[in-house]
């Protein structure tokens, strides 16, 4: 069984002694020696004083990047218990100032880029400018502290500006991306109850125009609570918006230039609200503070992400994932974001490579996912001298195997920091990733983040090192939910993430496995809910998919534990494969002996089944547990909401599978 104490880990990459020097965790450290006496000789040391003092942390950050706020910070954390723990009691601030103020007008705040047309620059002047216009807009509709605006928009520059218009007023943003279905948005939006909509006519993804418009309408119609709908027309300009009532194009809307100032609100103050995958049920309303995030993201951005003067960070995301929020964050920062709309892979698997050539790109976040598509399709990012920009590759999402840390230092060089993260959109950040004074070791995350008191416990609470456990919090984290919107007690807000455990305090309790080694390297096994279990053994579904990844002919792999009544199980791996492969007889040998190998005897799977794609949501996660239960013969109605995957289509063979076996035809 593979894990972090038995398995040689080499190390691919070693910072410079000057890229050390010059980054900006070290000029934290060097800031916290000599202005609060906290020396610190190496990362480590500083990651334990940063979660066992966290409220001298949180105040040496809040001091560090010198947060513009009315009120008395000296009380840190009114109470430590989860949940209910205050942070910060005594303060009013606003997430857009941060982003907005002090700026250099003539600087790139945003590059927009899309699979339609050619980069575009936004300098801070114009951005300023755009959000002043949309922020009057807003006041003419009525908008005010608390009411919530709701966004049907892609990842391009309205939606930049409609969530610092939003937030500058201290009212609350929520956006669902418009490849997401009328009912899934419903779902979500009717939970908290929109003032205003704005939303595009339509979109262009992989070469394709999408007219959005009949789903507008149902969203118009189910949500009673709109006293406006703004219509961001670029798909068809000028064309009649007939069953939106009186809806106005953007360009009206933004039409008259009003003050661009800032509603200073309480530390905990709603900010936005995302949602849950919603694959499972309706999906959860997470609610952020205006404080919290502007803590965690000037830390992450600054310190973990490294985020420099010049730099130019893109992450591909849609704004139906935590990532959108996080890639915003980096405004927070002297940075510029990359905004890119569109496919990633049209007209082919290296077109993604391309727009980080053609933005200028020097930190460029992607997925596990996108990376194995980007080897199995023989892409040479780096051909004919490209990238000479880029310096760092993020990776979230999913776990990145071993052999893709090997492929991206095959293909990028030597000289690039590859930081692979894991969170989630709970806390709207990364527990665990990148660290750029630490060296890259192959397989592993960096170390545990700043201020995130991550350990890995047993089933029976002990915290447990090189082998895995389940990923809890021990003490709140600014960024934590204030609430779940509607949540009036608190019961959906701690059954989600305090009820695993019976210990006092409480401890959050996320859902993943995970392995920490003895030097402090990471490894995120997948979901804890997705655990297989055989004759004893125990491991997380990643641990599989490293091991059968290491064949060429697998390029994707899902797998399932099937519980029988008898208390014995059936393991089912299904596998996508390279171009021009097939299941044959001597790959499945192939696959059994690997995993035998890598994992255990147990391991091997009890059948194997060639797909096309692995179903996974928006935000690449792999449907394990919902494959499972419909295996099981769960309604597929009652087990996922097809409009919330990425490629509903992949789900089709389960589903025909499913169909056989509640038939008695299963093969």
Not at 106 to 115: D, F, L, N, P, R
Not at 178 to 200: H, K, M, N, Y
Not at 235 to 242: E, M, S, Y
């Amino acid at each position: 069984m593979l894990n972090a104490a038995d398995e040689e880990r080499p190390v691919l990459w070693t910072p410079s002694e000057q890229r050390i020097a010059s980054s900006q965790l070290t000029r934290f450290q060097d800031w916290l020696a000599s202005e609060r006496g906290v020396g610190c000789a190496d990362y480590d040391t500083l990651w334990r004083w940063s979660v066992e003092n966290i409220e001298a942390f949180w105040k040496a950050i809040w001091d560090f990047f010198d947060v513009r706020a009315d009120g008395d910070p000296t009380i840190v954390l009114d109470g430590r218990t989860m949940p209910g723990a205050r942070w910060f009691p005594g303060v009013a601030l606003n997430y857009a100032e941060h982003i907005l103020t002090g700026r250099d007008p003539g600087q790139v705040a945003i590059v927009c880029a899309a699979e339609s047309r050619p980069p575009v620059d936004i300098t801070w002047a114009e951005l300023h400018d755009r959000v002043a216009r949309a922020r009057a807009g807003l006041v003419a509709a009525g908008v005010g502290r608390g009411d919530r605006v709701a966004a049907y928009l892609p990842n391009t520059i309205e939606a930049v500006v409609a969530l610092l218009a939003t937030t500058s007023l201290g009212a609350i943003w929520s956006v669902v991306a418009p490849e997401t279905g009328a009912a899934s948005a419903l779902d979500r939006f009717r939970q908290i109850g929109p003032r205003v909509l704005i939303t595009v006519d339509g979109y262009r993804y992989g070469g394709r125009e999408v007219d959005r418009l009949d789903p507008v309408r149902e969203l118009v119609r189910g949500l009673p609570t709109l006293d406006r709908v703004v219509v961001v027309d670029h798909l068809r300009p000028g064309r009649p918006l007939t069953g939106l009532g009186s809806a106005l194009t953007w360009d009206a809307f933004c039409r008259e230039r009003g003050p661009l100032s800032f509603e200073r609100v309480p530390f905990d103050h709603p900010l936005w609200i995302l949602y849950s995958s919603g694959t499972t049920g309706v999906p959860k309303p997470i609610v952020h503070g205006h404080g919290g995030i502007v803590l965690e993201h000037l830390k992450k951005l600054h310190l973990h992400v490294d985020a420099r003067p010049h730099d130019r960070i893109l992450w591909f995301t849609s704004t139906g994932w935590m990532m959108w929020n996080f890639l915003i964050g980096a405004l927070l920062t002297d940075a510029a974001i990359v905004l890119y709309d569109g496919s990633p892979r049209h007209p082919d698997t290296a077109a993604m490579w391309d727009v980080v050539e053609a933005t200028r790109t020097t930190c460029f976040g992607t997925s596990a996912g996108f990376l194995a598509a980007s080897r199995a399709d023989g892409v040479r990012p780096r051909a004919h001298g490209r990238l000479a920009r880029l310096r760092a590759v993020g990776s979230t999402g999913s776990p990145l195997t071993p052999e893709l840390f090997d492929w991206v230092y095959e293909e990028l060089g030597p000289d690039l920091w590859l930081f692979s993260s894991s969170g989630g959109t709970d806390v709207c950040t990364s527990f665990v990733g990148g660290v750029p004074t630490l060296p890259v070791v192959r397989g592993e995350l960096q170390r545990r983040s700043l201020g995130a008191p991550v350990a890995a416990w047993s089933e029976d609470g002990r915290p447990v090192v090189g082998e895995m456990g389940e990923l809890v919090l021990t003490s709140p984290m600014p960024s934590m939910p204030v609430k779940f919107w509607g949540d009036s007690d608190g019961t959906r807000y701690h059954d989600a993430y305090f009820g695993h455990y019976a210990v006092d305090p409480p401890v959050w309790r996320h859902g993943d496995w995970l392995e920490i080694g003895p030097h402090g390297g990471v490894i995120v096994h997948g979901r804890s809910d997705a655990t297989i279990n055989r004759g004893g053994i125990r491991m997380g579904t990643s641990e599989l998919y490293r091991s059968v990844l290491t064949l060429d002919a697998v390029v994707d792999a899902l797998a399932v534990d099937l519980p029988h009544r008898d208390g014995t199980s059936r393991l089912e791996l299904f596998v996508v494969l390279a171009r021009g492969r097939e299941l044959d007889e001597e790959l499945r040998r192939a696959i059994a002996a690997r995993l035998r190998a890598d994992c255990s005897p147990r391991h091997v799977p009890d059948t194997v089944h060639q797909i096309e794609a692995v179903p996974r949501t928006r935000t690449g996660k792999p449907l394990e547990v919902p494959v499972k239960r419909l295996l099981m013969g769960a309604e597929p109605d009652r087990v996922v909401d097809r409009t919330a995957l990425s490629d509903p289509r992949a789900l089709e063979p389960f589903l025909r599978l499913a169909e056989q076996r509640a038939g008695g035809n299963d093969r």
